[in-house]
């Protein structure tokens, strides 16, 4: 299924396209309306009754609250389908990856309950997936309100520096490269105020978009309120299959025998949500 849009840069202004070229983020607010909001809420809470093989638990069994995370549900679940194809989120990421054609990479639902003390580190997130190329991006919109203490933290201009160590989540170790084989991720944290870091206090129908290079993390969820999220990642133009050593996430088993490494997403895993002459 296609959805043609003729002119998807009417969601988002010329002065936003090039904020996110040169800090590899930017804020769209309003994007999705109460209805959408609402649809994205039932899909999440669907998910989180009915969990794929792919959910996981990001958090510790020590942790006072949760961390939990599934992928790739658009075909199970109607109301993040909709949202997919639908709604105006893949207008925005053809006007930000000046695409003539935008793909589906996977959905991803993150939720942090009260009082989760699990931090996202600072990460980027192209290592961890099977896609090369620079014309893409993801969307992360939320449907609580989310303070700023609480919200996505993105470090300006980091998608311009290529790959850096990528690192596991809970132990920080090095799984994929050598030590010393890649340039590794600053040390954001410890020096919070020698970096321009760009987040927002977002609330329902807010959306963050950001490139897969960007590095970016989020702290913890303190207090009573739970921290609900959809994301979509989305492929341009020039995004090709790379199949990795080790594995991704998600993980697509047995997609290299289909969809030979370089070769365009061209997979119905992959659906063209917007395709311009």
Not at 43 to 63: Q, W
Not at 109 to 136: C, I, S
Not at 142 to 155: I, M, N, Q
Request: proline share 8%.
């Amino acid at each position: 299924m296609t959805m043609t849009a003729p002119h998807p840069a009417s969601v988002i202004d010329d002065a936003s396209v090039t904020e996110f070229a040169e800090t590899g983020s930017v804020l769209v607010r309003g994007l999705f309306s109460p209805d959408e909001v609402a649809t994205i809420e039932q899909g999440i809470e669907k998910v989180l009754a009915d969990p794929s093989p792919r959910f996981k638990v990001a958090s510790s069994d020590t942790d006072p609250g949760s961390f939990v995370e599934d992928f790739c549900n658009w075909q199970r679940i109607e109301e993040l389908r909709q949202i997919a194809f639908s709604s105006r989120a893949a207008d925005v990421a053809a006007a930000l990856t000046a695409s003539r054609q935008v793909r589906l990479y996977h959905d991803h639902v993150l939720v942090k309950e009260p009082r989760t003390r699990q931090e996202t580190p600072w990460h980027q997130d192209q290592p961890y997936y099977n896609v090369d190329g620079f014309a893409n991006c993801s969307m992360w919109a939320p449907v609580d309100s989310v303070p700023a203490e609480s919200t996505l933290e993105f470090l300006s201009g980091s998608h311009r520096q290529g790959w850096l160590m990528p690192r596991s989540f809970m132990t920080n170790e090095a799984k994929w490269f050598p030590e010393g084989s890649l340039n590794d991720l600053p040390d954001v944290e410890a020096d919070r105020g020698a970096h321009d870091i760009r987040g927002w206090a977002m609330e329902p129908g807010d959306a963050v978009f950001f490139h897969m290079l960007t590095l970016h993390h989020s702290y913890g969820v303190p207090g009573t309120s739970r921290r609900r999220a959809f994301s979509l990642r989305f492929l341009g133009d020039d995004m090709v299959h790379a199949p990795r050593r080790w594995v991704t996430s998600p993980q697509f088993d047995g997609l290299e025998d289909e969809l030979p490494g370089g070769s365009p997403m061209d997979h119905p895993l992959f659906p063209v949500l917007r395709e311009t002459a």
